[in-house]
Nanobody, 128 residues
Framework: QVQLVESGGGSVQAGGSLRLACVAS????????MGWFRQAPGKGREGVAI???????NYADSVTGRFTVSQDAAKNTLYLQMNSLKPEDTAMYYC??????????????????????WGQGTQVTVSS
């Protein structure tokens, strides 16, 4: 079965940390480009972080220096380490996967959101 399953969301106070995980199964586990996106109530979905199989990453300005995306190919798992969380980080977080050859093309997907497979999301709530 082809799917992405996120976990690790929860409720934390401002300044706290969370680590999200996204496990890929099926042919999606061979994806070369994966990303994290988020959507707050009443807002559109925005890119948070992207990683290409080569290790090239791209981050939204709002999370640079606070969030770190990584992947463990052996476990078919994508991670998002979130530190120094702010109330404005509150949102549903989704992971996504695509087959993209070039790292630069993958990085651009942070803004175009042109992924073919999405997970169901995990909620992150940050209180002040």
């Amino acid at each position: 079965q082809v799917q992405l399953v996120e976990s690790g969301g929860g409720s934390v106070q401002a300044g706290g940390s969370l680590r999200l995980a996204c496990v890929a199964s099926g042919y999606i586990a061979s994806s070369t480009c994966m990303g994290w996106f988020r959507q707050a109530p009443g807002k559109g979905r925005e890119g948070v972080a992207i990683i290409h199989r080569s290790g090239t990453t791209n981050y939204a300005d709002s999370v640079t220096g606070r969030f770190t995306v990584s992947q463990d190919a052996a476990k078919n798992t994508l991670y998002l380490q979130m530190n120094s969380l702010k109330p404005e980080d509150t949102a549903m977080y989704y992971c996504a996967a695509a087959f993209v050859a070039q790292p630069a093309t993958c990085a651009a997907l942070l803004h175009t959101r042109n992924f073919h497979t999405w997970g169901q999301g995990t909620q992150v709530t940050v209180s002040s």
